[in-house]
């Protein structure tokens, strides 16, 4: 194979008639643009981000704004894309965009490497769109066109699989159009070499492809070893005052919703009223145990059984130090997970429905 081989070429053919061009990204080469549309594109789809790209430019329309950003508005903004780590690492790669750079995005691997959130593909991807250096990139749609075109063995998490999908990466991407190219096979892997049901009678680069010559399509890339997803339980308050205000609490900067706004969590339902003597100092007026919601994560699968709690009075304690009372008022900038949002109107019983 050499730089500009016939992978390459085919797939730029097919890429100008059969490609997307207009996503909301592409518009300019701005890199700031490029960088937020890739974080946004890390393990979600395009119709997903394209709303949330929207939102978040709208609000943020370059680097200095969003480093000036508290991060109660950019979670806010991003609450519903998931994976809330992303939120906060853009943000303080804006921060030192800022102290580091002045400003300035770095056209330079390492330097792009070594701001949070942005790996070796994400950093190639923002090289070649932006600028069009040539950098081989390795999203998860690209990983399985690679896998597929060289029936690379072994699921692409082991050290010795990523390095041959780096070096198919590398050898297939093009010293001129790479900005195109980097495009092209990313569509490629999101319209026609899909994990389920590959349209291979499409594919420009099918006449190559030594998975569907073994009619192997369906093995590569190799799955993740399997394990079971343990099931965790937990109990979370949604305690309302005479106001009608929900108590929120701000969870650590890291772990699971890390800095975002959630509900008060206790181990148990009869634990209920000793939380509020402990920690409101009165106990509750009427409490209603609500249905019970599954909440799936990468390596675990989450149980909460939801309580509403009303309380006899307004004023009470604690808000302030990571705690507030929300009165769910959509000018109030919160970042709040998905989850946690539809439990907030899960007061209404009619929403009960939706939350599963």
């Not at 943000?91 to 959130?117: N, T």
């Not at 994400?122 to 399985?144: E, F, M, S």
């Not at 181990?267 to 799936?296: F, I, K, N």
């Not at 919160?334 to 019983?349: E, H, I, Q």
């Amino acid at each position: 194979m050499s730089r500009g081989d016939s992978f390459s070429r085919q797939l730029l053919a097919w890429w100008d008639e059969h490609g997307r061009h207009d996503l909301p990204w592409q518009r300019d080469r701005d890199p700031y643009r490029i960088w937020l549309a890739e974080v946004m594109l890390q393990q979600t789809q395009v119709a997903t981000v394209i709303p949330y790209f929207d939102a978040f430019l709208a609000r943020f329309g370059d680097v200095r704004a969003l480093a000036a950003a508290a991060e109660d508005d950019v979670l806010h903004l991003w609450s519903g894309l998931g994976y809330y780590a992303r939120g906060r690492n853009l943000r303080r790669a804006a921060r030192l965009i800022l102290e580091r750079h002045d400003g300035q995005f770095p056209r330079d691997l390492e330097a792009l490497q070594a701001l949070p959130g942005i790996g070796r593909s994400t950093a190639g991807a923002i090289l070649a769109q932006a600028w069009g250096d040539r950098h081989p990139i390795l999203d998860g749609n690209v990983k399985r066109v690679l896998a597929r075109y060289h029936a690379v063995d072994g699921w692409p998490g082991r050290a010795a699989v990523l390095r041959r999908l780096w070096a198919h990466a590398d050898a297939h991407t093009p010293e001129a159009r790479v900005a195109d190219y980097t495009q092209a096979i990313m569509d490629l892997g999101a319209t026609l070499c899909r994990g389920r049901r590959p349209n291979c009678g499409d594919c420009p680069v099918a006449a190559g492809c030594a998975a569907r010559a073994l009619g192997r399509q369906a093995d590569f890339p190799g799955r993740k070893p399997r394990r079971e997803r343990p099931l965790r339980h937990t109990v979370m308050l949604l305690v309302e005052d005479r106001e009608r205000r929900i108590l929120l609490q701000r969870r650590p900067s890291e772990g699971l919703w890390g800095g975002l706004w959630s509900l008060p969590e206790t181990e148990s339902v009869g634990s209920v009223t000793d939380w509020c003597l402990a920690r409101l100092g009165s106990p509750p007026a009427r409490m209603q145990t609500l249905p019970a919601v599954r909440h799936g994560f990468t390596h675990f699968e989450l149980e909460i059984r939801p309580v509403l709690v009303e309380m006899p009075q307004s004023g009470l304690v604690m808000e302030g130090d990571g705690w507030l009372w929300y009165n769910g008022d959509p000018a109030e900038r919160l970042g709040l997970a998905a989850v946690v949002s539809r439990l907030l109107r899960s007061r209404d019983p009619q929403v009960m429905g939706e939350i599963e």
